[in-house]
């Protein structure tokens, strides 16, 4: 099975969905909604301008995973909604493909810097992040205009 990463486009939104709010509520017990993530609303308006953009990826027609870098000036991209439904989990798999088709897209667009904002629950996330390179930072060393979620308690960055 090849995993397919393709752009988001109009009449995605309900597929977004149902692949991101059962992981945060059911899977991780986040107590968040779809109207709790403005940016799920307006996906074209939030993430598809400057350098940022926002991926869905496919296995056999069917949407298994997101991830979104969303432009924050300065060289620089926060990374967002990085899920990938549990079956299609595992070393080599949708996530990594995921990380790497943002990236490429990050270096294409003379992105410096990738930050991100995750929670203390999200253990497997942690390490996929430290193996890909991303370090660990303090929460003042954020730039200014990292959009922070209210749930996030660890963060990282990636020098590119």
Do not use: C
């Not at 990050?106 to 991100?116: D, E, F, T």
Request: aromatic share 10%; no cysteine; hydrophobic share 50%.
């Amino acid at each position: 099975m090849a995993v397919v990463l393709r752009p988001f486009a109009p009449g995605d939104e309900d597929a977004v969905i149902a692949v991101i709010l059962p992981i945060q509520r059911e899977e991780f017990g986040v107590a968040i909604t779809a109207a709790d993530q403005p940016d799920l609303a307006d996906i074209p308006g939030w993430y598809q301008v400057g350098a940022g953009q926002f991926w869905l990826a496919e296995l056999d027609g069917r949407v298994v995973g997101t991830i979104a870098l969303k432009d924050i000036g300065g060289g620089a991209v926060a990374l967002r909604k990085m899920f990938v439904r549990a079956e299609a989990r595992g070393p080599g798999g949708v996530a990594q493909a995921l990380l790497d088709g943002a990236l490429a897209h990050a270096r294409a667009h003379g992105v410096s810097a990738i930050w991100l904002g995750t929670t203390d629950a999200f253990k497997a996330a942690h390490r996929f992040y430290e193996r890909n390179g991303f370090s660990l930072v303090e929460i003042a060393d954020l730039p200014p205009a990292f959009p922070r979620m209210a749930v996030d308690t660890r963060f990282y960055r990636l020098g590119l």
